[in-house]
């Protein structure tokens, strides 16, 4: 298997709800993101991780709650959402090395959450 | 400050034609890479073209070239020959050297191809 996979494809939950989406890369990479995408909006860079490290956490609320047991998984644990949290959250890796440098990142399919 | 501006919230182009989605950025710092992305109805963000701070010349990748203007700072895409596949939000992105690995992107511009 190969990119960058991630499921569930597609979420419903209720906000007292407890849920995980997980991430997979199978490139080979050092780098992992969450990033949130609503509608109108520029992508939300919520945590990234860096060699498991987590590097950057974009001021994201609590109830969102990220785990990078090793540089190949990424998960992000959801509870007690807001309706307003319904949104497409989309996973990337890539490789960091020279700053500046060309490495892109690769993004997985996403996951459709809609929180009622 | 928006890093990056897209203001071209929906564009048009018929079949075969070439059309150009704009993006201005905005840094201070002289190292810094340029991305487009094509993210289909199916949600999943697809890398199409780089450029570098660095570069002499404007990148291209088949049918997707970037005009790369430094001094204007605006790093537009130009698709020529325009598929129905084509159809789809464009994004363009940018990450600083300064700040490694975060990169910024713009609110996109949805491309409609019409046959």
């Known amino acids: 298997e190969t990119g960058v996979t991630q499921t569930p494809r597609h979420l419903v939950m209720g906000m007292t709800n407890k849920k995980s989406l997980k991430c997979e890369q199978h490139?080979?990479?050092?780098?992992m993101y969450w990033y949130k995408q609503s509608a109108k909006k520029p992508l939300e860079l919520m945590f990234v991780y860096n060699f498991k490290e987590q590097t950057e956490n974009n001021s994201v609320p609590s109830r969102f709650s990220p785990e990078c047991p090793n540089s190949s998984h990424l998960f992000l644990h959801l509870h007690t959402l807001q309706p307003e949290d319904s949104a497409l959250y989309l996973c990337?890796?890539?490789?960091?090395?020279?700053?500046?440098?060309?490495?892109?990142?690769?993004f997985g399919p996403g996951t459709r959450l809609l929180v009622l | 400050a928006q890093k990056i501006t897209q203001t071209q919230p929906g564009m048009f182009v018929q079949e075969k034609e070439a059309v150009t989605l704009d993006c201005t950025y905005d840094t201070s710092d002289p190292s810094y890479g340029l991305f487009w992305y094509k993210q289909p109805s199916s949600g999943e963000m697809i890398f199409l073209i780089y450029?570098?701070?660095?570069?002499?010349q404007n990148a291209t990748e088949g049918r997707y070239s970037l005009n790369f203007q430094k001094a204007r700072k605006s790093a537009n895409l130009v698709i020529s020959a325009s598929q129905l596949g084509d159809s789809a939000m464009y994004f363009c992105a940018m990450r600083e050297a300064v700040t490694g690995n975060q990169f910024y992107f713009g609110t996109g511009t949805s491309l409609t191809v019409i046959p």
């Open positions: 450029q570098g701070s660095y570069d002499q």
């Open positions: 990337a890796s890539s490789q960091v090395g020279q700053r500046g440098g060309r490495e892109t990142q690769y």
């Open positions: 490139l080979g990479h050092n780098a």
